[in-house]
């Protein structure tokens, strides 16, 4: 998992909370500038974020397990996405570790999934999300929905958490599913 830098850094926080709970065995890897966002936008330290994965890797270090196809996990995911760490990764640019363990989710054909989480978005946001979506990556904008009535932040959050898990196939029950209109 990633949370690169941009804003919604908890979302990121909240699935990596939910996935320990689980006792889903986790990769952390945070930008620089991830670790600056969350000090700025929630009550977290990066060393209370780190302590939430299972294992965590910096993220100019090339040498850690999953910058190869070789350490096998079921894929990947990048929350929140900045735009930056989309472009580098539709335009397989490995400078550092989250560019390059997604790249290798990308060509070892396992799930890469990215939060972009910019608005609005122009024609060049839209063609990276278009190339990288070409590539095989899965583009999960946490956008929110109301049919099931959120009455939180966190209601909001975890629908968004609840679309990853469910693309992962990992039970859950964050929030309510759609059972058609009530008559």
Not at 25 to 46: C, D, F, G, Q, R
Request: with cysteine; proline share 4%; charged share 20%.
């Amino acid at each position: 998992m990633g949370i690169s830098g941009a804003t919604g850094s908890l979302y990121g926080i909240r699935l990596l909370e939910i996935l320990k709970k689980k006792r889903v065995e986790t990769h952390l890897i945070l930008s620089s500038t991830a670790k600056e966002i969350i000090l700025e936008e929630t009550p977290y330290s990066v060393e209370n974020v780190k302590a939430l994965a299972s294992y965590t890797y910096e993220n100019e270090d090339l040498h850690a397990p999953v910058s190869s196809g070789s350490f096998l996990t079921d894929g990947m995911i990048i929350l929140p996405c900045s735009i930056k760490t989309l472009s580098g990764i539709a335009h397989s640019y490995n400078e550092n570790l989250m560019l390059r363990a997604a790249d290798v989710t990308l060509k070892e054909r396992r799930r890469l999934i990215l939060c972009v989480r910019e608005t609005p978005l122009h024609q060049g946001h839209l063609e990276l999300m278009l190339q990288a979506s070409r590539l095989g990556a899965i583009l999960l904008p946490p956008m929110p929905a109301f049919y099931f009535q959120p009455r939180s932040i966190d209601d909001l959050i975890h629908h968004t958490i609840g679309k990853i898990l469910d693309l992962f196939g990992i039970d859950h029950s964050l929030y309510k599913r759609w059972g058609g209109r009530k008559k």
